[in-house]
């Protein structure tokens, strides 16, 4: 198989601090490979460096000749004032700039002045040859049909294509940013969070498009679901684990499944052979003191040719690190009483906006204890739910009851719960009266030192405002979770320890959730919200089995 990309010893640091060192990767062609690693670990470095935007201080980087890259931003800028198809057709500029070339020419050829001398005119003829070349080089006859295709492909109708770009929504853009990389045909798929804002049916497309990708794709994602569908192989840049201390990448064949347990088990294997290699590294040097002692201070020199022996048996051992098993994670643990049997009731729920009908006579029921998943596509009024329920809008019709006793902790997927003037010291210690060192050890649970903790909370990364709603959660000991999208903007040892937490949690859970993997594993129950009406499903897999019966999802390989 034919190499795409390989790096041969790379080095590269900023400000000092290494990001890489002597780093060796290589990717063949065709490959879809899955890249992951904590936050800050310099996965969108490998993504600058593979582009060609950043160079190596050391090393050298090879790509196959002619193979172009493609570039999926984690938030796509869009064109403001252009339409779905026009931002689309201007995503190949090698094809408008040939469309504008041979455009020139031909005014050049109706001017007097060129037409009239024979010489001029021949050589603008022959410069339009050339453009026009160019232009059926690149299938400029064909390239409308193939953004029109394109578009269709990743969801969009055809009377969708003169939307206004504004106009679209978070996952909607997600895929038109996606169209415009793929009508540009790359050999070379780089996505950088493809799978941010896009619902199940969404991603479901995301996944038909990188398998039926013909060249390479690499992914850096936390949806552990999606690596589990497409990824042939998974490489990991991390400081912990196999190489503490020293940023590495290590390749592992197999999805992402496949890497958990593959990875563990080296872990573990790696820490069996360091602890025999100090037994006998330990051993080795008891030895040759004992034998430094008989040699009488070097007049004996059969001990003394036996200590230096053995000395030089220990100083030449290829010593095996010691592996780092577990990375420092947040410290989630929720405890609640559990309140009533009955936890919520939602009967004949309607709500209307501007005459079109959001909720059309929802009914739920949720028990104490249940761990309930409220899907469906973007736009079906999930959150317009969630607001009813927190009683932040008010139903044209309906009635929801909360049973007695049950307090309500909501974790909001934009934040809001958060003031953003505030420190993340000052957001708990409001919450609940303690001494500042208290709330700094506190916080520390959640990976905030004390110089994060005291910063303003707009400066906060995405994945710490997670970190600290969730901090906010265990201190309210809600007996009611509501979670919008609560695993958007955490890695994936996070998303695991909050997955752990609820799995212990006594209380009751309602999740908008489009994480297939968190789904999978806490869901008792899935709640399907499409059309206004609220569909009940036994668990997540019956749930999926539904949606591949209608081809809207692409099964595991």
């Known amino acids: 198989m034919a190499t795409a990309v390989n790096f041969a010893g790379v080095s590269l640091s900023f400000a000092a601090r290494p990001v890489l060192r002597d780093v060796s990767w290589e990717i063949n062609d065709g490959m879809k490979v899955g890249l992951v690693g904590p936050n800050g670990a310099g996965k969108s470095t490998l993504f600058r460096l593979l582009m060609g935007a950043e160079e190596p201080d050391s090393g050298s980087i090879y790509r196959r000749p002619g193979a172009s890259v493609g570039y999926l931003a984690q938030e796509p800028v869009l064109t ?76 969009f109708a055809p009377e969708e294509f ?67 569908v497409v990824a042939d192989e998974i490489t990991e840049v991390e400081t912990t684990g196999l190489h503490p201390g020293r940023p590495q990448l290590t390749v592992w064949p197999g999805n992402y499944s496949e890497y ?97 009908e959001v909720l059309s006579g929802l009914e739920l029921l949720i028990w104490s204890g249940e761990r309930v998943g409220l899907v469906g596509p973007n736009g079906a009024g999930k959150s317009v739910l969630f607001q009813l329920l927190l009683g932040e809008d008010e139903p044209d019709g309906g009635a929801i009851k909360l049973g007695p006793s049950i307090e309500v902790g909501y974790y909001a997927q934009q934040h809001e719960t958060l003031d953003p003037g505030r420190s993340a010291l000052e957001e708990v210690r409001r919450l609940r009266q303690m001494h500042e060192g208290d709330a700094v050890a506190f916080l520390g649970r959640f990976l905030f030192d004390y110089e994060l903790a005291r910063r303003p909370i707009r400066t906060l990364s995405g994945g710490e405002k997670s970190r600290l709603q969730m901090a906010k959660l265990m201190l309210t000991q809600a007996n009611l979770l509501l979670l919008d999208e609560p695993t958007n903007n955490l890695d994936i040892p996070s998303c695991e320890v909050l997955e752990d937490a609820l799995e212990d949690y006594r209380g009751t859970v309602l999740a908008i959730s489009h994480d297939r993997y968190f789904l999978e594993r806490i869901a008792t129950r899935i709640v399907e919200l499409r059309d206004g009406r609220l569909v009940e499903h036994a668990s997540y897999a019956g749930y999926r089995e539904r949606l591949e019966a209608r081809g809207a999802v692409v099964a595991p390989a």
């Open 80 to 155: 403001s004032g252009c339409t779905v198809l026009e931002e689309c057709l201007a995503a190949d500029e090698r094809v408008g700039a040939a469309e504008a070339r041979m455009r020139d020419l031909e005014t050049q050829m109706g001017l007097p002045e060129v037409y009239e001398d024979g010489e001029r005119l021949a050589q603008v003829m022959e410069a339009h040859q050339a453009a026009l070349d160019a232009w059926e080089h690149l299938d400029g006859g064909g390239y409308a049909g193939r953004v029109e295709r394109t578009l269709r492909r990743l969801g």
């Open 162 to 228: 003169t939307l206004p770009v504004e106009a679209l929504s978070g996952g909607q853009r997600k895929l038109l940013a996606l169209a415009k990389v793929l009508v540009a045909q790359p050999a070379i798929l780089l996505l950088d969070e493809p799978d941010n804002h896009l619902d199940l049916d969404g991603k479901a497309l995301l996944e038909r498009v990188i398998l039926d990708h013909p060249g390479t794709v690499v992914i850096i994602s936390h949806d552990r679901y999606l690596l589990d």
């Open 260 to 356: 958990v347990v593959d990875k563990r088990g080296a872990l573990e294997q790696q820490q069996k052979d360091h602890v025999l290699q100090e037994r006998e590294a330990t051993r080795l040097e008891q030895s040759i003191q004992r034998l430094k002692v008989f040699s009488r201070g070097g007049a004996n020199e059969k001990f003394v040719r036996r200590w230096k022996s053995m000395q030089k048996r220990l100083d030449k051992m290829d010593r095996v690190e010691r592996p780092v098993l577990d990375r420092r994670r947040m410290g989630l643990e929720l405890s609640a009483e559990r309140g009533s049997r009955k936890v919520l009731e939602v009967t004949g729920l309607e709500r209307r906006f501007d005459d079109i």
